[in-house]
């Protein structure tokens, strides 16, 4: 782990936003670990270090907007616009699919930035990259806090991560005793 991931784990740990216990994952998935990003997203100052941290990561990529799947891409989809003085969209929930509201559009050609806090498989991301391309916008790369995956997920785009992870899951029927002898819990993103 590089001194970028230590510092940004650090800040995770120090905010309460990395919970350890009996979890289940968006995904459906059951985990002893837990990225609770509202908690770290709770404090602004943590979420600009956060965001200047990540952006480094995103080299010579080239984007005029950014959009986040709503709810947990919003802070920092919006932090990573502020910063990097672009237009900033989110996506969400209408019909149980992620959709475009509130009068939002993106232009053909208009180069867009899809940005999370924590993808474990990449639904949300598929989700938003796939409104981009409806749009005839074109979807420039990913940028997200925390990758679960341990590096695995695929876009099929640039995609960067401050932190790259693999903390196990499990399907329902496979969850370790030591971690469902815990009570399962429902955290939320």
């Given at each position: 782990?590089?001194?970028?991931?230590?510092?940004?784990?650090?800040?995770?740990?120090?905010?309460?936003?990395?919970?350890?216990?009996?979890?289940?994952?968006?995904?459906?998935?059951?985990?002893?670990?837990?990225?609770?990003?509202?908690?770290?997203?709770?404090?602004?100052?943590?979420?600009?270090?956060?965001?200047?941290m990540l952006?480094?990561?995103?080299?010579?990529?080239?984007?005029?907007?950014?959009?986040?799947?709503?709810?947990?891409?919003?802070?920092?989809?919006?932090?990573?616009?502020?910063?990097?003085?672009?237009?900033?969209?989110?996506?969400?929930?209408?019909?149980?699919?992620?959709?475009?509201?509130?009068?939002?559009?993106?232009?053909?050609?208009?180069?867009?930035?899809?940005?999370?806090?924590?993808?474990?498989?990449?639904?949300?991301?598929?989700?938003?990259?796939?409104?981009?391309k409806a749009?005839?916008?074109?979807?420039?790369?990913?940028?997200?806090?925390?990758?679960?995956?341990?590096?695995?997920?695929?876009?099929?785009?640039?995609?960067?991560?401050?932190?790259?992870?693999?903390?196990?899951?499990?399907?329902?029927?496979?969850?370790?005793?030591?971690?469902?002898?815990?009570?399962?819990?429902?955290?939320?993103?």
């Amino acid at each position: 782990m590089d001194d970028t991931q230590s510092a940004a784990l650090a800040i995770f740990r120090k905010t309460g936003a990395l919970l350890e216990g009996h979890f289940v994952l968006r995904s459906g998935l059951h985990s002893g670990h837990f990225f609770q990003c509202a908690r770290v997203c709770e404090q602004m100052p943590e979420v600009e270090q956060l965001t200047a941290m990540l952006l480094p990561k995103l080299g010579t990529l080239e984007f005029s907007t950014v959009l986040a799947p709503a709810m947990g891409g919003l802070v920092i989809g919006q932090e990573i616009a502020r910063q990097t003085r672009s237009r900033y969209l989110f996506a969400e929930k209408q019909n149980d699919q992620l959709v475009l509201r509130r009068g939002f559009t993106l232009a053909p050609g208009e180069r867009v930035l899809i940005a999370e806090d924590v993808v474990t498989r990449g639904g949300r991301v598929r989700e938003c990259i796939e409104i981009v391309k409806a749009a005839g916008a074109l979807p420039a790369g990913v940028a997200m806090l925390v990758d679960r995956s341990g590096g695995q997920v695929d876009f099929g785009i640039p995609t960067v991560s401050l932190l790259t992870l693999s903390f196990p899951t499990y399907a329902p029927d496979q969850v370790p005793p030591e971690i469902a002898a815990l009570p399962a819990q429902k955290p939320g993103s």
